[in-house]
């Protein structure tokens, strides 16, 4: 299949619900504009150098999310201008950071927690029984606004495993939204890889992160 099939295959498949974000590690811009040109509406970039080449390619008709790690000296305004949703906020510390970047330019950035639901002490977000409270601590911010939850799952395991910690993100996504904290609107529940997703849409995801099942192997 060409590139075009793939994504074309991958919408079809998709619930109607259920959003695609184009996940642009490692591929070019030519090809990430391919993927654009079949469909995709949502694309999500790892780092700011190659966030800022395809969107000079691909422009402003698909939407950019941030899902990389986000170092504090990257929270500058002229990198978050270049995205639509920061999807990678695991601290209240980064929060701050793009709180006050965003502050001047009156801008509000809408944010996804990101939950270490796979419980691994070296990866990326908050742990679970800490999420309502981070979430909490980041809607007191002005410039930016709790959209959701996004998680990983965990690294490298059978395709059931994954399950548990969806499904346990789901219910923190669900029992956050049901307390109506003012600044935080639980709408995105992003989850789910090339590995992953079709689980992940079982559990109630309704963002799925794609990139090797759209473009190949990197
Ligand atoms: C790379 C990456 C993905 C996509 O992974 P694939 O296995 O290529 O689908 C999704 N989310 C994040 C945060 C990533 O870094």
């Known amino acids: 299949m060409t590139l075009k099939e793939r994504v074309r295959s991958i919408l079809l498949q998709l619930p109607s619900n259920v959003e695609l974000l184009a996940v642009g590690k490692g591929r070019t811009p030519e090809e990430i504009l391919e993927a654009v040109n079949a469909g995709v509406a949502a694309v999500g970039e790892n780092y700011i150098k190659d966030a800022r080449d395809a969107r000079s390619v691909v422009g402003t008709r698909v939407e950019w999310h941030y899902i990389g790690r986000l170092r504090s000296h990257d929270v500058r305004a002229s990198n978050l201008s270049l995205f639509d949703m920061i999807e990678s906020v695991d601290t209240l510390e980064l929060a701050a950071r793009i709180d006050e ?81 003012p600044g935080v609107s639980m709408e995105k529940l992003s989850m789910g890889t090339s590995d992953s997703y079709e689980v992940a849409i079982e559990e109630g995801a309704n963002v799925v992160r794609l990139g090797t099942v759209l473009f190949g192997p990197r």
């Open 101 to 181: 970047k965003c502050t001047p330019t009156g801008r509000v950035m809408p944010i996804l927690v990101e939950v270490n639901s796979g419980r691994e002490p070296q990866k990326a977000g908050v742990w679970p029984e800490q999420t309502e409270a981070l979430v909490r601590q980041i809607a007191a911010l002005k410039c930016v606004r709790v959209a959701g939850l996004m998680t990983m799952g965990p690294l490298m395991v059978a395709r059931e495993a994954y399950r548990p910690c969806f499904a346990e993100t789901r219910r923190l996504f669900l029992d956050i939204g049901r307390m109506a904290i």
